[in-house]
C-alpha cells in the first residue's frame, strides 16, 4: 500500500529564466541548442537536444504477447529490440493518433482501443524528448503494408511472452529504455488489474 507521501510524488515545473537561447546546430530530425538560465541566482549554461517527442505502444495480442521489431540503431552500432515509436513530427497530431500511425507503419497493424500506459522524458539531462507509450489491443492486419526503407526496410517482427519480455529486460538482454519501459509498465497494468 502507497503512503501519502508517496501518492503526492510529482515532477514540478521550474521557473529558472533563459536569459539567451541560440541554436547551435540545425539537424534533419532535431536540433542542438545553448541556453543560459539564471537558476538559483547563478547564470549557467546548457546544451540540449531539442527533441519533437515521439510516441510507442505496447501491442498486445489476444494471447498476452507483445509486439517487438529489431532495427539497426546506428549511435548504439545494435539491431535492439524496440516496440513501435515514432516522432511526433506531424503538426497538430494527437500522440495517440502518432502511435496509431506507428503501429500501422512498423507492423502492419490497427488496434480497436489504444490507451495511455505512461510517458517519460528519455534523457531529461541531454534532451527535452518526452515520449507517450501506448497500449494497443483488439490487434488486426491492416490490409495493406507499409512501404517501408533505410533501416525500417528489414525490420524484424516478433510476437513474444509478455512475462518473457519482462525477463530479457530484467536480464539485460534488451536494453531499450523505451521497451523497458513500456513491457514493465504493460505488465504492472495487467497485474494491477487482476487485483
Known amino acids: 500500500m502507497m503512503d501519502d507521501a508517496a501518492a503526492t510524488l510529482s515532477d514540478e515545473p521550474a521557473d529558472a529564466v533563459v536569459t539567451d537561447s541560440e541554436l547551435v546546430y540545425t539537424g534533419r530530425v532535431w536540433d542542438v541548442r545553448s541556453d ?3 537558476y538559483r541566482d547563478e547564470e549557467i549554461v546548457r546544451q540540449y537536444v531539442d527533441h519533437p517527442g515521439a510516441a510507442a505502444v505496447v501491442a498486445l495480442d489476444d494471447r498476452g504477447r507483445v509486439l517487438l521489431i529489431q532495427q539497426y540503431r546506428h549511435p548504439i552500432r545494435m539491431r535492439d529490440w524496440e516496440i513501435p515509436a515514432g516522432l511526433l513530427d506531424v503538426p497538430g497530431e494527437d500522440p495517440v493518433e502518432a502511435a496509431r500511425r506507428e503501429l500501422a507503419e512498423e507492423a502492419d ?24 507509450v501506448f497500449l494497443a489491443r483488439g490487434l488486426s492486419p491492416r490490409t495493406t503494408a507499409h512501404e517501408r526503407e533505410a533501416e525500417e526496410a528489414d525490420i524484424r517482427l516478433e510476437w513474444v511472452a509478455l512475462e518473457d519480455a519482462v525477463a530479457a529486460v530484467m536480464a539485460g538482454r534488451m536494453r531499450n529504455g523505451i521497451l523497458a519501459t513500456g513491457v514493465l509498465a504493460a505488465a504492472e497494468r495487467l497485474r494491477s488489474s487482476r487485483d
Do not use: K, Q, R
Not at 495511455?116 to 527535452?128: A, C, E, I, K, R
Open 109 to 132: 497493424l490497427d488496434a480497436a482501443s489504444i490507451d495511455p500506459l505512461v510517458s517519460v522524458f528519455t534523457t531529461p539531462g541531454g534532451n527535452d524528448e518526452i515520449v507517450h
Open 36 to 38: 543560459t538560465v539564471l
